[in-house]
């Protein structure tokens, strides 16, 4: 199965000799030395991969490019050097027209603030994109009240922009990508402006749909602890540069430099890790065999927890398909893991949690 969207070595460089700054960047300049000749370096040599159905989340605070990347994606920004393919096709290459006619079918996008029509009802902005398309209005009225439906919005598709709350407007919008059945949803920081509360309903809102949906989705945001409960993959980048790529498992168990270990060290990791990230897979013959209470690679941490309270022995961990014991966790590597903020406590060679299945392990608070 081939990749749903690649990114190939993309830059973004705003003003003068753009062309000449990337050359020089692939020299070996930085973003600094750029900058002091009046150009700004803001996306610097991006290179990725997002599979069909995944949410792959793009990390990294103000300033560090990850909102001309989206935009990138799309060509609402073009691309300085490097390519951009969506389903095989180079978005790079291709005309004005042919451009606009892909981001209205099959690209959609949200944004952080609504962008919500004023003076169009809830049922209208749901169908904006479908009017765009040329679809006839019995089938626009159709698309736009199931997508409201699925955003928990039916009966409310009579109603204006301004008698909807925050996270109710942000449905709205949610609505609007999918009524057009967009394949690739991109959205930039969406869920940002909004309180808390009303943001982790929206973060449950998108975690549901997409158990249906399987949409492929790229979503922006600064929020780690966002970025660890949505993404099946996460991108951390910094000064336009992308830093680490891979699970949320991987970016805590093994950070890729002490800028990334800085940044999650103040994560819940037991709302994250799961047992085949903490275990031990140097496993004796005795091990295998020690009748302990067992879990399996999958197990969350805060389940992990409870099953070995109240004992001594290690908890076997078991590979969920074939029920061999292939770890095991000692209490004190738990301590261990819950106790320390910076980093690994010890070695732990751990699987993939997606392990070739496709499918989130992450406990669900």
């Not at 892909?102 to 029509?117: G, N, Y």
């Not at 159709?142 to 407007?169: F, I, V």
């Not at 076997?316 to 590597?333: F, K, M, N, Q, S």
Request: aromatic share 4%; net charge negative; proline share 4%.
């Amino acid at each position: 199965m081939s990749s749903r969207l690649e990114a190939e070595h993309l830059y973004k460089v705003f003003g003068r000799r753009p062309h000449a700054s990337v050359e020089r960047l692939r020299e070996g300049a930085d973003r600094e030395e750029l900058r002091g000749d009046g150009t700004t370096a803001a996306v610097i040599d991006a290179s990725f991969t997002v599979e069909p159905g995944q949410i792959f989340v793009v990390m990294g605070l103000s300033g560090s490019g990850k909102s001309t990347l989206l935009r990138m994606l799309n060509g609402l920004l073009e691309p300085t050097a490097g390519h951009v393919r969506f389903d095989g096709q180079d978005l790079t290459a291709l005309g004005g027209r042919a451009l606009r006619e892909v981001r209205s079918r099959k690209i959609s996008m949200v944004f952080q603030h609504f962008a919500l029509f004023p003076h169009r009802s809830v049922r209208e902005n749901a169908a904006y994109g479908l009017e765009v398309q040329g679809v006839p209005r019995a089938e626009r009225v159709r698309r736009a009240d199931e997508a409201l439906a699925l955003c928990g919005l039916a009966g409310w598709e009579a109603s204006w922009p301004d008698e909807l709350s925050g996270g109710m407007q942000q449905r709205v919008g949610l609505a609007r990508a999918l009524a057009t059945d967009a394949d690739l949803l991109l959205m930039d920081e969406s869920f940002s402006a909004l309180d808390p509360l009303i943001r982790r309903d929206m973060q449950d809102q998108l975690l549901q749909l997409q158990t249906t949906l399987k949409k492929t989705i790229v979503f922006i945001t600064h929020d780690l602890n966002e970025a660890m409960r949505l993404g099946d993959r996460i991108a951390v980048m910094r000064d336009g540069r992308i830093v680490q790529i891979g699970t949320a498992e991987d970016i805590l168990v093994r950070p890729a430099d002490d800028y990334v270990a800085s940044f999650t060290q103040d994560v819940d990791r037991s709302r994250v890790l799961t047992a085949g990230a903490v275990m031990d897979t140097h496993v004796t013959g005795d091990e295998a065999d020690c009748g302990c209470p067992t879990a399996t690679t999958d197990t969350p941490f805060v389940d992990l927890c409870a099953i070995s309270a109240g004992i001594t022995h290690p908890v076997a961990v078991l590979d969920p398909t074939t029920r061999e014991v292939v770890g095991v966790v000692p209490r004190g590597r738990l301590v261990g893991f819950l106790g320390d903020r910076t980093g690994e406590p010890e070695p732990c060679d751990s699987p993939s949690r997606e392990d070739g299945k496709g499918g989130k392990v992450i406990a669900r608070a």
